[in-house]
């Protein structure tokens, strides 16, 4: 007996792949939604943007200022930073020698003070009127690590030392609103007054720890928001940044 075995032909050849591939898409397309994506869309053409939308940042800087959703928690990693500038100071303050002039300098906005408050209300822009009427009312609230710290070196006879980018013309709003939020003494407090147009934050700060060194003071410890709070010479035994994902000062 002669058996015969039936060959598809050219069309029964495609048909059998347009369903293989119509499978295979099927199957593609489920995967995709079963991972929380959607099918691509060939309409749809998306340009290659060189940052995320800023929209969106604004969004994520909002909960991660208030420790929402999965951006990260901005009290816990001030808490953090917080926590090791307070271990610093004891670990120096144990090893003072007798008549050691012992410094601490902080830095103010977003450091001993926070104007969350003004940040929302001009959103995380910068107008001059309203920062200057912001600080005229005095309410910034103290940033509780910072003042956790600032009570940690009265209590160990270090001095403490503010210096602000703020204009002199602030200083009596400025002293109100600290010692309002907890911080009730200073050895120093530097408001920035007039200066050449080219004179960078660094160049300043940085300027007003050098006249706490001629005086014979040991900064043992500098911390700020800004990386221009802590660099420039001279520099503190050791400097700790406090994160500030929401304005950047050069």
């Not at 910072?146 to 403490?160: D, I, M, N, P, Q």
């Amino acid at each position: 007996m002669t058996i015969k075995c039936a060959i598809p032909g050219k069309n029964e050849v495609r048909m059998i792949q347009s369903r293989r591939l119509l499978i295979l898409l099927i199957l593609g397309v489920a995967s995709l939604v079963s991972n929380g994506q959607s099918a691509p869309n060939n309409r749809l053409l998306i340009p290659q943007e060189p940052s995320p939308n800023l929209g969106k940042l604004k969004t994520w800087l909002i909960a991660y200022h208030n420790c929402t959703g999965n951006h990260g928690c901005y009290t816990s990693d001030l808490d953090r930073q917080s926590n090791l500038a307070i271990a610093i100071l004891r670990r120096r303050t144990a090893i003072a020698k007798p008549g050691e002039k012992l410094a601490l300098v902080l830095d103010i906005d977003e450091t001993a003070l926070s104007n969350w408050d003004e940040e929302m209300q001009d959103d995380f822009g910068y107008i001059a009127k309203d920062w200057n009427d912001w600080v005229d009312r005095k309410q910034a609230t103290a940033v509780a690590g910072t003042l956790r710290l600032y009570k940690e070196a009265v209590a160990h006879g270090v001095s403490v030392f503010f210096i602000t980018g703020r204009g002199e013309s602030q200083l009596d709003a400025t002293t109100d609103n600290l010692k309002s939020g907890g911080y009730d003494r200073w050895a120093g407090l530097a408001l920035r007054g007039p200066h050449p147009k080219e004179q960078s934050t660094t160049e300043y700060k940085s300027g007003e720890r050098k006249k706490m060194v001629d005086a014979g003071y040991h900064i043992i410890l500098n911390v700020g928001d800004q990386l221009s709070d802590l660099n420039g010479n001279p520099q503190a035994e050791r400097s700790v940044k406090l994160p500030n994902p929401f304005y950047y000062i050069p």
